[in-house]
């Protein structure tokens, strides 16, 4: 099986121990590519580093999370910009809407996002969406920025079975990972609705690790409990589930 991992921290100081052993888990596990979003200003650096160090295997992002749009967001955005300029990058993002954890700054939060699919749009890019506790917010920017003009992922899907036909009529496409393995989730039940042509594999690594790993730090090796359970919930293969989104994956970054 090939496996590309859409959404991986593998940067952060989670995995400064032991990122080699980490990165050879994962080849060992069929992961050929770990794609990685950008989180502001400060990971810029490391997110390099491990590309440099993991050429062909790690390949980055540039963006501005939502839940580190502060007073300073403008020069954030600028160095999102001046990045982007001098270097290849494989995707706009982390971007987005969070709603979950601070209401402070929701309307620089907005413009930041504006800004980001701007961004995609103009570098030809697919965007990584965060949309926790706010879908509904979303949805609107990206139908007032004008449908089909960007497309990308709704990373860590959170939403309902209509919301799922709202993200695919929207052209995006399904970011699944560990959530699908809980056992009150509701990605499983978005991932039948879609169908796999429209679902790409994620980690969200550290966080957000697959059962029997809850809890603990997640690594794209253990997107083969994601696999087996679509497998399960979709009733095709691992091989299939692991090939189609791989499929999916390459072409939505020009892999």
């Known amino acids: 099986m090939q496996i590309i991992d859409t959404h991986n921290h593998l940067y952060l100081p989670e995995f400064d121990a032991d990122r080699d ?4 888990r994962s080849i060992d596990a ?4 770990v794609m990685m979003p950008n989180i502001d200003s400060a990971s810029v650096t490391p997110m390099l580093a491990a590309e440099e160090r993991y050429p062909d295997v790690c390949l980055p992002m540039m963006g501005l999370h939502p839940t580190s749009v ?10 999102v910009e001046a990045r982007l300029r001098e270097h290849k990058y494989y995707g706009i993002g982390e971007t987005g809407i969070d709603l979950y954890w601070d ?20 570098y030809g890019l697919p965007v990584v969406i965060h949309s926790r506790e706010s879908l509904e917010v979303i949805f609107s920017e990206i139908e007032a920025f004008g449908p089909g003009r960007v497309t990308g992922i709704f990373h860590a899907f ?12 929207l052209g995006f496409l399904i970011g699944i990972g560990g959530v699908v393995t809980f056992r009150n989730g509701r990605q499983h039940v978005a991932a039948i609705e879609v169908g796999i042509n429209n679902i790409v594999l994620e980690t969200d690594a550290p ?31 691992p091989a299939e589930v692991a090939d189609r989104t791989t499929a999916n994956a390459k072409r939505l970054f020009n892999l």
């Open 103 to 122: 209401k402070t700054f929701i309307r620089e939060q907005i413009v930041s996002f504006r800004r980001h699919l701007e961004l995609a749009e103009d």
């Open 30 to 33: 069929g992961v050929r590519m």
């Open 21 to 24: 052993e980490v990165v050879q």
């Open 158 to 169: 959170p939403g309902s079975v209509d919301d799922a036909r709202r993200v695919i009529d």
């Open 207 to 237: 966080y957000l690790a697959p059962v029997p790993h809850r809890g603990r730090r997640n690594e794209s090796s253990y997107l083969t409990l994601v696999t087996e359970k679509l497998s399960e919930v979709l009733a095709i293969t």
């Open 70 to 79: 502060k007073e300073n967001y403008r020069e954030e955005l600028e160095l």
